[in-house]
């Protein structure tokens, strides 16, 4: 019989070791690709929505200046020289934290001279 009929039972029908193969390559994939993309996805839409109009920012090119008003999906960040730049949402960084300079022994102590 080349069909088999429907309701019928056998061996053969029972689930092949590829099915299984498959979808554990379908699982591996999910768990070492698409869950930590969407998490990175969830933690910039997280990171862009930090900051508000006023604030000092920081692009993603390493410019800094304030933020002074969102139009249209641009933000105009305005420098310290008074220059007013429009960049799209995402290259926005966030809030900038000014690095804190720790003391450093450069010249070494005087008894080492």
Avoid: H
Avoid at 48 to 68: C, H, K, N, R, Y
């Amino acid at each position: 019989m080349p069909f088999p009929v429907l309701g019928a039972t056998s061996a053969e029908s029972s689930g092949s070791p590829m099915t299984l193969i498959f979808l554990l390559v379908i699982l591996v994939l999910y768990l070492t690709w698409f869950r930590p993309n969407r998490k990175k996805m969830m933690a910039e839409r997280a990171r862009l929505s930090l900051f508000e109009i006023g604030d000092e920012v920081q692009t993603t090119t390493g410019m800094v200046g304030t933020a002074v008003r969102e139009a249209d999906g641009l933000i105009t960040v305005r420098t310290r020289s008074g220059v007013e730049l429009e960049f799209v949402r995402r290259a926005i960084l966030g809030r900038y934290v000014a690095p804190t300079q720790e003391p450093s022994d450069e010249g070494g102590s005087e008894q080492d001279r």
